[in-house]
C-alpha cells in the first residue's frame, strides 16, 4: 500500500465498495423481524440500502446510514429522499459512535466498515478508538486497524435479538492482534456464521476478506460458530446458509481457524495429538516466523527496480508470497523464473556496517523515494535506528507456508 501522502482518498479512507452480489446475499441472511432500526456505518455509494429497498425489506423504523465522504453521502441522501426514515449523517462514525453509543441501539447493523490502518487515522479517530477498546476490556494496539473498533462499538449498540452483518478481513479468523476482539465477539454473541472465499473479493488490495454474520439470539444458550469455505462471490448465487450445524464456540482465546472443520475431525485431531507415535515442528527444530519487512512494497522489488537504483549489490532472494511456490521444491531455477516473471522475488537488504554517506547514489535516492512516501514513518520502520535496514534477515532450512491448504516444505 502506498504511503498517506501518495495514497489514493479510496485507500486512505478504506472506501473499497461491496460488490452488490455480497449486499444482496447478505440482506437475505438478516432474519425479517431485524428490520425494524438498522445502523449503516459506512454507508458508502448505498448498496446495502439499496438491496433492503428491492428486497422490501426497507426498516419499519428507519436507518442511520453514515458516511465521511460528502460527495458519496450527498449522492446517498438524493437517492433514498423518498424515504422519510432515512437518516443519512454526513460525519465520521467514531465522532457518532462518541455522541450516541451509549443510548442508540439498532436491531439490525450491516455494512463494510473501513479498512484504515492506525498511522491513517486522525488523532481524534485514535482517541476514540482507545476509548473503544479500552472501555470493553481490550488494550489499545497501533497494529489495530479501525475495522477492530467498528465491530466493538457495533456490537454495543446491537439490540436483543438482533443481527450485526459485515463484511470483514479475513484476519480474524487467526492475528494476534484480533485475538481480545475474537474473545469480546465469543461473549458478547450468541452464534457467529462465517463465510470465506479461497479467491479473492478485493484483488486490487490482495485482502482476503469474509462475510461476518452475528447474532444475539434469545433461543440459544451457548454461544456458537459455523465456518463456510466457498470458492468465490459466484459460488453465493443459491448458497444455503444454514446448511451446517453451529459448533460450540469456547470463551478462550483461540484461533477461529479451528472451526473449519467438524466436531468429529477436531477430536480425531485432538487424539492424534496425544498419540506417542507423532511429535511436534518444535522437537525437530527452531520455529520461527519470516522476516519482518516494515513494508514489503518498499523491500521486496522486481527485476527492473532493482537494475534502475543499482540495488543488485543489496538484494537476496526472496520468496514473497506463498503463491510463487509450487510445488514441494523451490530450487534457484524456480527463483529466477520469478525474477523474469517480474515478480517481486528480491529483498532489499541495506548494509548495517556501511554509513549512509558512503552508500552509492542510487541506493540513497531509493532510500529517499522511500521517505517521499512516509515508509519511514510506518510503525516497524520508525523504531529502528536506520529505518531502511530490516534489523534480522536469516536463511532457513524450510518453509512453512501456513496460508495454503496443503503442507509445503520448500529448499
Known sequence: MKRKENASSQKLLGAYYTPKIIAETMVSWVREECFNNVLEPSCGDGVFLECMEMSGHWPVQGIDAIEIENEAAEKVERRFAAHDNCNVVNGDFFAFYHENGQRNTYSLIIGNPPYIRYQYLTAMQRGILSEILVTHGMKENKLINAWVAFMVACVQMLADNGTIAFVIPAEILQVAFAEELRLFLARHLTTITLVTFKKLVFPEIEQEVLLFIGEKRRDYEQTSIRIYELEDLDALHGFDINAQEFQPLGHVKEKWTRYFITSEEAGLLRDLSHDKRFCQFRD?????????????????????????????????????????????????????????????????????????????????????????????????????????????VWVPDAFFLRRNNFIQSLY
Request: glycine share 6%.
Open 284 to 392: 525437530l527444530g527452531l520455529i520461527n516466523v519470516g522476516i519482518t519487512t516494515g513494508d514489503n512494497n518498499f523491500f521486496s522489488v522486481t527485476e527492473e527496480i532493482a537494475e534502475r537504483y543499482e540495488l543488485e549489490s543489496v538484494v537476496l532472494p526472496l520468496i514473497g508470497r506463498s503463491a510463487h511456490a509450487h510445488s514441494i521444491f523451490f530450487t534457484s531455477e524456480d527463483w529466477q523464473h520469478n525474477v523474469k516473471a517480474g515478480k517481486k522475488a528480491q529483498l532489499v537488504y541495506f548494509p548495517d556496517s556501511v554509513s549512509y554517506q558512503d552508500y552509492p547514489e542510487k541506493h540513497k535516492e531509493y532510500i529517499l523515494l522511500g521517505e517521499e512516501n512516509k515508509i519511514n514513518e510506518g510503525y516497524k520502520c520508525s523504531i529502528r535506528d536506520r529505518w531502511y535496514i530490516i534489523p534480522s
